[in-house]
């Protein structure tokens, strides 16, 4: 059963613009949420966390959202650039899944020129 | 840093041979993680390592599937024997620490024939 859902598995958006990544989890107890980007023929690095006790963290053009009550988080890219385009996994954890992160299946990401 | 070192990168098998990836870690890193990528499942956590002891293994799927980890710096993982259904690309990470973020390698990519 997936704890972490990405519902969306590919994206498209235009350079400049916004693109907004989405990600649902079920386990209430996670606590602790990571964003990695995956280019092809390579493995995933990280790009952004966020704990539980905030709702909000930027770092650059990347923001991450988290609404524990609707447990949901999003990945914000602003503005959106050619070199973005790449895979995107979120994944979670918390203090009763045993020290492992769960993961996403991933959404595809297509930054158009 | 060289980063995670993984090999081979590509695995051309027949159906009931043994195959074995190898990983090393990042230096000073005390966790390894292997995982393994589909379509359907997205990054499966296979099993992990805290300073080389095996800490838990639920996602392995079959006992055709093992590892081990003889020191900090090398750990195998092995499957004998191999099926068609064991195709996927299969990543090592390792961590410093649970909490903090997983520094993958590049993958190895099984095709099981």
């Known amino acids: 059963d997936q704890q972490v859902k990405q519902n969306s598995p590919s994206l498209s958006v235009q350079e400049g613009r916004i693109s907004i990544l989405n990600c649902d989890y079920t386990n209430s107890m996670f606590d602790y949420f990571l964003w990695y980007k995956k280019y092809p023929a390579e493995g995933p690095t990280f790009l952004i966390s966020i704990s539980s006790i905030k709702d909000k963290n930027e770092d650059g053009r990347f923001t991450v959202f988290l609404n524990k009550s609707a447990k949901h988080l999003s990945l914000h890219i602003v503005p959106s650039q050619p070199g973005d385009s790449a895979v995107y996994f979120c994944a979670a954890s918390g203090s009763n899944t045993g020290n492992q992160f769960y993961f996403g299946t991933g959404t595809s990401l297509t930054v158009i020129p | 840093d060289a980063g995670v070192i993984q090999s081979p990168r590509h695995e051309v098998t027949e159906m009931g041979q043994e195959v074995t990836l190898r990983c090393k870690p990042i230096?000073?890193?005390?966790?390894l993680f292997w995982y393994r990528q589909t379509m359907m499942r997205g990054l499966e956590l296979l099993i992990y390592f805290n300073n080389n002891v095996p800490i838990d293994d639920s996602g392995m799927p079959e006992d055709r599937f093992s590892a081990k980890m003889p020191n900090a710096s090398f750990s195998t993982l092995k499957i004998q024997p191999s099926e068609p259904r064991d195709s996927a690309v299969y990543f090592c990470?390792?961590?410093?620490?649970?909490?903090?973020?997983?520094?993958f390698g590049p993958g190895t990519r099984l095709t099981v024939t």
């Open positions: 230096s000073g890193h005390d966790y």
């Open positions: 990470a390792s961590s410093r620490q649970r909490s903090y973020e997983q520094y």
